[in-house]
Each structure stands twice: as structure tokens, then as C-alpha cells.
């Protein structure tokens, strides 16, 4: 196992863990903040370097998680998912009403508008970041709550592109929930509950995924889905989509109330070192300034953990954004040849089973083997999930009823056991809260993290939809050339995870309460 000094590629810098007595360590010691690399001799300190000294955590590895906190922070959680994908099921038809567009021009100024949504929140998110981790995670929330709910509700308003490109960047403007949210349940957890809140945590954005185009689709255009409600409603007439947008946003509005009076703060303020503020000793340098981006970059395996971070989300975007598409292609031209029913049962069937790995399979798994371990695992089956799209479609592609017998048996299995890939996106989160430097740098950490995803969901979608088109349209590579790409990105992240820093190596925390130099086991 690498040592717990580790900076992500193997090599140790130096400076060992002094040895504990075991005999001093008993089952309530606390769990350390960050990887240490010395003790001092006659003090609850642990060094890590000569600049920076933290204290160990107050809080024992069988604090019981707070459900009711954990239950109000997911409810919190629902409302960016809702708002996000609430639009799905009109934008379209919305852009084209209001900007008297050809049908062929649609799609561009709807992926427009979702990609300078995306793209908003990169430019802020490290703003909100460093906002909790110097104010607090509740007025952050709060505010960013506030911020979403009134935004979302003015969008069904919009009469033109460039009203409904505004707001749907204000929107994007207030993506501070996404950041506190993860940190909030973080600080919540301890090591051996962090698996289970995360896995609720996952579950709730993929509610939210479900329930944002139900309600968008439900309520968009009243006077004409419910003409015994709503016809002759002027308001409604003029604001066809105002309704599903005031839903949303009300259900924000819940959010801003149950998250002001309920929700408690978890930043625990005495942990927060101040910049330019000294360690009280004569002679020693100021702490650097602990959310700045640099100081975070070169804590030992933030590196390695963001970017397997990114490269998780990188093929979940790529996979989300061509399968709807592909399962739609016919068969001739690589696809499967599904109707829009076919098409929602089968993306019901991999919610459903996505869901089910979060929570009844991933927090086993990664007690017994370590998010790293299940991680390393997510690694090597993701390019067997990604070849088995295209061999399915090989498969129906011969035209026998043995071929379609065969095909619409193992096309279920295949995407009720495929969707555990998608534990690595629960386990790269907890692999960035293991290698966080402190709990004050957890909310920048967070953010640097959705930063970097926030760029990638603006074009990956744009991209690797172009590239299914082309590699279809042209047939290259026998028109699977985009599965080849992601096969090979696939492939990559194997190869990367297998990088990750002992931080989230299990019982890490154990061998270095004993005071164990993990590299001599080498």
C-alpha cells in the first residue's frame, strides 16, 4: 500500500508518520483530518509540513450519521436536478415559439442555452466554494436556494432567446447549492458513514432527474393539455410554460424554508485558519491562504483524485448524451431501432437499477474493499459495459429470430447489472473528501471538482452526439467509432484509477492511528 504521504503517483516525500504506541490508541481515537506526515512529540497536533498543523477530528468513527440533517440536505439536493431538467420536455418547442425558428435551427439554440448554463456555473462555482468555506455552508445554501427558485420561475416568462439565454445563465449563477450540498453531508459523515450518505445523496439527484420532465412535461401549455382548467386563461394563453416554471420554483421556495429554520451549519469555524494568520511560534512563516486553488492543487493526491474525478463524469456525460439517440438509430445505420415507449422503459430500467446499486450495493462494497477498491472495480468494467452496446447492436443486426430471441434476453441483464459502473461517480466524491487538506478547504475542494464537471457537461454532449452522428452517417469504422473512443477513454480510467492515493484505501485511518509507515509494507 502507498504511504498516506502519497501525492498520487507512488512517490513518498519524505517526511514518515513517528510511531504511536497501540497500546494508546483504543477505538474512540479520533480519525485524523488529512494525511499526516509527523507527530509532535508531547502534543494532539500533526504536522504536514513545516507551515500547516491540524488537529484531530472530534469525531469518532461510530457517530451515528444525522438523518434528519441528511434528509433535509437531500430535499435541498432535489431542487437543482428538478430545475435543470424540468425545461427538457418544452425548451424546444419554447426556442422555436419564441424565436420563430426553422425547425432545423432548434436544436442548435437549445443546446446553446443548456451549454451556457453549464458553462455560468464553471465560471462561479469556485466563488461559492470559497464563499462556504469563509461565511458558512447555510447562508450559502440558503441564498443559492433563493437564487435558483426565483430564476427558475421567471423562465416560463421568457418571450424571447435572449430573455430565456438571461435567465437560464442567472440560474446557472446560483450554483452554490451544488457545492454546499456535497460538502454539508461530508461534514455530516465520518469514514465509515460517508458511503451511505452519499449513496442517499446520488439516489435524490436521480429523483430529481425523474421528476424534473415528469412536472416539466405535465404542466407546460396548460390551456391546451387541460382545457377544462385552463382554457381562457389570458395569463396562461400568453405564458404557455409560466405554470411548470412557478412549480419548480415553488418547490424551491420549500427548499429556501425547510434549509433557513432547519438545517444546521456544519463549518466548524475554529478549524478555519486565517490567511497570513501564524502558529503562535517565534521565527515560523504565515499559513498560506487555505482555499486558494494553488494551495489545494498541491495537497498530497488532489491532483490524481480530481482528475479521475473529472474522467468518471466525462464518460457518464458521454454515455447519457448518446444513448437516447443510439437506441433510437435504426439498426442498419448501428442503433437499436427503439421506440420513444421502448426507449423510457428501458431508461426507467436503468434508473431503477442505478438506484438500486447507490443504495443496497455500493456501501457494502466500499466498507469491505475501500472506495478505492470499488472504484478500481467500476475501472475495469466500464469498456465491458461500453463494448456491449455495439455487440448488441451486431447482435440484432444479423436478422434471425435467434438473433432477436438472444437479443432481447440479454439486453435487460446488460442494463440491470451495467448500470454499477455508475458507482464511481458516488466513489470518486468520497475519494475527494478523503484527500480534502482540512474541513475549511472541503467547500473550495467541492467546487474545483464541479468547476471542472461544469465545463465538461457544456460540450461533451455536443460532442460526442456529433460523433455518433458522423461515425453513423459515414460509417466508420463499421459505424462504431464513437464506441471505440469511449472505449478507449474507458480504458484510461482504468488504467487511472489504479493511481488513486491511500487516503481512501481501506483501513488507511487504522494503520495510521497505529503508527504504521505503510511504505515499509512495501
Known amino acids: 500500500m502507498a504511504s498516506n504521504n502519497d501525492d498520487g503517483n507512488g512517490e513518498n516525500n519524505g517526511n514518515n508518520i513517528h510511531s504511536v504506541s497501540p497500546d494508546s490508541v483504543s477505538e474512540t481515537t479520533p480519525l485524523l483530518v488529512v494525511s499526516p506526515v509527523a507527530t509532535t512529540s508531547g502534543s494532539d497536533t500533526l504536522a504536514a509540513g513545516d507551515d500547516e498543523s491540524y488537529r484531530l477530528l472530534d469525531r469518532p468513527e461510530d457517530k ?18 428538478i430545475a435543470f431538467f424540468s425545461i427538457f420536455p418544452y425548451i424546444n418547442q419554447m426556442v422555436q415559439e419564441n424565436g420563430h425558428l426553422d425547425e432545423e435551427d432548434v436544436g442548435f439554440y437549445g443546446g446553446l442555452i443548456e451549454s451556457l448554463f453549464s458553462l455560468t456555473q464553471m465560471v462561479v462555482m469556485m466563488f461559492w466554494g470559497r464563499a462556504a468555506d469563509r461565511w458558512g455552508r447555510k447562508p450559502v445554501l440558503v441564498s443559492s436556494l433563493f437564487g435558483v427558485a426565483i430564476s427558475v420561475s421567471l423562465f416560463g416568462l421568457a418571450r424571447s432567446i435572449w430573455q430565456m439565454i438571461v435567465l437560464r445563465c442567472l440560474a446557472g449563477i446560483f450554483a452554490g447549492t451544488v457545492v454546499t450540498i456535497r460538502t454539508m453531508i461530508a461534514e455530516h459523515s465520518t469514514p465509515h458513514t460517508q458511503a451511505r450518505a452519499f449513496s442517499w ?19 407546460a401549455d396548460p390551456a391546451h393539455q387541460y382545457p377544462w382548467a385552463f382554457s381562457g386563461v389570458p395569463f396562461f ?19 429556501v424554508l425547510t434549509s433557513a429554520l432547519f438545517i444546521e451549519e456544519t463549518l466548524d469555524r475554529s478549524k478555519v485558519p486565517s490567511a497570513g494568520s501564524s502558529d503562535g511560534e517565534a521565527g515560523t512563516t504565515p499559513k498560506p491562504e487555505p482555499t486558494s486553488t494553488l494551495y489545494l492543487l498541491k495537497a498530497p493526491g488532489v491532483r490524481i483524485v480530481l482528475y479521475n474525478y473529472g474522467h468518471a463524469m466525462l464518460l457518464g456525460f458521454a454515455y447519457t448524451a448518446i444513448v437516447p439517440v443510439f437506441w433510437y438509430t435504426s439498426v442498419e445505420h448501428g442503433g437499436f431501432s427503439f421506440t420513444p415507449l421502448q426507449i423510457s422503459l428501458y431508461m426507467g430500467l436503468t434508473g431503477v437499477s442505478q438506484a438500486l ?28 459495459f461500453i463494448v456491449a452496446m455495439p455487440f448488441l447492436n ?24 451495467g448500470p454499477g459502473v455508475s458507482m464511481a461517480f458516488t466513489g470518486v466524491q468520497l475519494a475527494l473528501n478523503d484527500v480534502s487538506p482540512s474541513p475549511a478547504t472541503l467547500g473550495t475542494l467541492n467546487a474545483l471538482a464541479l468547476t471542472i464537471t461544469s465545463g465538461l457537461r457544456a460540450f461533451s454532449p455536443v460532442l460526442f452526439t456529433s460523433l455518433f452522428a458522423i461515425s453513423a452517417k459515414y460509417e466508420l469504422v463499421w459505424g462504431y467509432l464513437v464506441w471505440l473512443i469511449l472505449t478507449v477513454i474507458a480504458a484510461a480510467f482504468t488504467v487511472s484509477t489504479r493511481f488513486l492515493p491511500a487516503a481512501s484505501e ?6 495510521v492511528l497505529l503508527g504504521r509507515d505503510v511504505d515499509d509494507d512495501n
Open 64 to 81: 451515528p450519521l444525522p438523518r434528519l440533517q441528511i434528509f433535509l440536505l437531500c430535499y435541498a439536493r432535489l431542487v437543482e436536478p
Open 201 to 219: 445523496f446520488a439516489f435524490t439527484s436521480n429523483i430529481g432527474i425523474f421528476l424534473g420532465p415528469l412536472i416539466g412535461g405535465a404542466l
Open 237 to 255: 394563453e400568453e405564458y404557455p410554460y409560466a405554470l411548470s416554471s412557478i412549480v419548480v420554483g415553488c418547490i424551491g421556495l420549500t427548499a
Open 357 to 384: 446499486w447507490l443504495l443496497l450495493v455500493f456501501p457494502p462494497l466500499q466498507r469491505r474493499y475501500g472506495t478505492n477498491g470499488v472504484l478500481r472495480a467500476c475501472g475495469i468494467a466500464y469498456p465491458f
Open 394 to 417: 451486431l447482435i440484432l443486426y444479423q436478422g434471425t429470430p435467434a438473433s432477436n430471441t438472444a437479443f432481447w434476453i440479454i439486453v435487460p441483464i446488460i442494463l440491470a447489472l
Open 506 to 511: 481501506k483501513d488507511y485511518d487504522r494503520e
